[in-house]
């Protein structure tokens, strides 16, 4: 095992996540390290919600995609106080975060855990000449926990896989680790996840999907009941007869390859159908209003996902719109602040990271009239209109 931190000798150092050694050789799933709250249902730790919350239901399946699928997209300027850059080293960091990951797809990985868990942790790799860093990773964030320091903020962060740990020391400036949390009103180093919030709500829906296809398999219809009137009056079977009649029942009359197929009944039988009660009609509503409860908890409207009953959004375009302004840019915005300072740090300048407004094509209506608002404020000089904009003063000239 030993051998696993060992450096090759006779080859050139190359740049390569701390945590490669540890994941390594197909190492299986880790139970998560943070929550400890047990609920009635489901529990609340990383791995749990995330089984039955994204691999497990369909709604918070679509809607974390849909989220960091809108957020990763997103275009991304970096500027200073002065000008905003075309070419940066960090841009081109960006643009290939490491080797097995592009741009879209490391800043999808970096919002799912955000959502997933309430916590995102991008490891550096730091490169041989120094500066800014030669890869960056994301890493799961049910590996990773908080070791406090003597003053309560963190002092370093353990990643564990299979009873192995990597441990990453902060450091001033340059840190290793870039943790970007969720707010949390009772938890000092750990972030709250949507899927937390809605984790009854998604018990709901997955309870409600399981008695759909009990339902299904039921010959996709409640059951009935077969009632026996013996010769005599009676409506006692012998057991020889109830098992005989449920063997029949199980082998030709359930399953939804045998829904529709004829009932040949004899000796007193008679077949009783039951229909819809109530209470099953309420089921399906209940199953429709725990989907809305999970789209509201991460700030998807349900219009966008095409659960009915939502009458929030005149149109398509206004959920879109508002999707994006209330969900999604506040998201992308708060993760690229966190990268801008945290690189920062590395490259020795004091940098700004934030998505392109301009380039969304969802606000194109937005920018549009606040262009013209602005340019049409003849009391407002260029500098001003520009900072009001969000871009940087030009030289004199320019």
């Known amino acids: ?31 998560a390290m943070q929550g400890t709250n047990q609920p009635r249902w489901t529990a609340r730790d990383t791995v749990s919600l995330t089984r039955a919350g994204f691999q497990g239901n369909p709604v918070g399946f679509r809607v974390v995609r849909l989220i960091s699928e809108a957020a990763a997209a997103l ?15 960090l841009l081109a960091l960006l643009r290939r975060p490491n080797p097995a990951q592009g741009r879209a797809e490391f800043l999808e990985a970096l919002y799912a855990q955000l959502l997933l868990s309430g916590n995102a942790y991008v490891e550096a790799v730091a490169a041989a000449e120094g500066g800014v860093p030669g890869e960056l990773h994301v890493l799961r964030s049910d590996r990773m926990s908080v070791v406090p320091g003597a003053d309560g903020w963190p002092a370093a962060y353990d990643y564990a896989v299979s009873g192995r740990k990597h441990r990453f020391y902060m450091a001033e400036g340059a840190a290793p680790i870039c943790h970007v949390r969720a707010y949390h ?43 026996f009137k013996g010769d005599d009056g009676a409506g006692t079977m012998s057991n020889e007869q109830f098992e005989r009649l449920q063997s029949e ?3 030709h009359h359930q399953g939804a390859r045998n829904a529709g197929r004829p009932m040949l009944l004899e000796g007193g039988l008679d077949w009783k159908p039951m229909g ?3 209470s099953d009609m309420e089921f399906h509503k209940t199953k429709e209003a725990a989907a809305r409860e999970i789209a ?14 939502d009458a929030t959004y005149a149109n398509y375009a206004e959920a879109n719109r508002a999707f994006f302004r209330l969900t999604v840019l506040p998201l992308a915005g708060k993760v690229a602040e966190s990268l801008s300072h945290w690189l920062s740090g590395f490259a020795g300048v004091d940098l700004a990271l934030k998505p392109d ?34 871009l940087p003063p030009v030289a004199d000239g320019a």
């Open 276 to 278: 819809f009660s109530p």
């Open 357 to 390: 407004l301009d380039q969304v094509p969802a606000l194109s209506v937005e920018r549009d009239q606040q262009w013209q608002r602005v340019l049409g404020a003849g009391f407002l000089s260029d500098a001003e209109k520009r900072a009001m904009l969000g």
């Open 75 to 89: 275009p991304l300027v970096l500027q200073d106080c002065e000008r905003r850059y075309e070419q940066h080293p």
């Open 249 to 251: 029942m199980e082998t």
């Open 1 to 31: 095992m030993f051998d696993l931190f060992r450096k090759p000798s006779g080859a050139p150092e190359a740049k390569a996540s701390a945590v490669g050694p540890l994941t390594a050789g197909g190492v299986g799933r880790m139970a």
């Open 185 to 227: 009103p009772l938890d000092d180093h750990y972030g709250l996840s949507p899927i937390e919030a809605a984790a009854s709500a998604l018990d709901v829906h997955n309870s409600a999907s399981r008695w759909s296809k009990a339902l299904l398999d039921n010959a996709a219809r409640p059951s009935g009941a077969i009632v």
């Open 296 to 309: 509201l908890a991460f700030g998807v409207p349900p219009m966008l996902l095409g659960i009915p009953g």
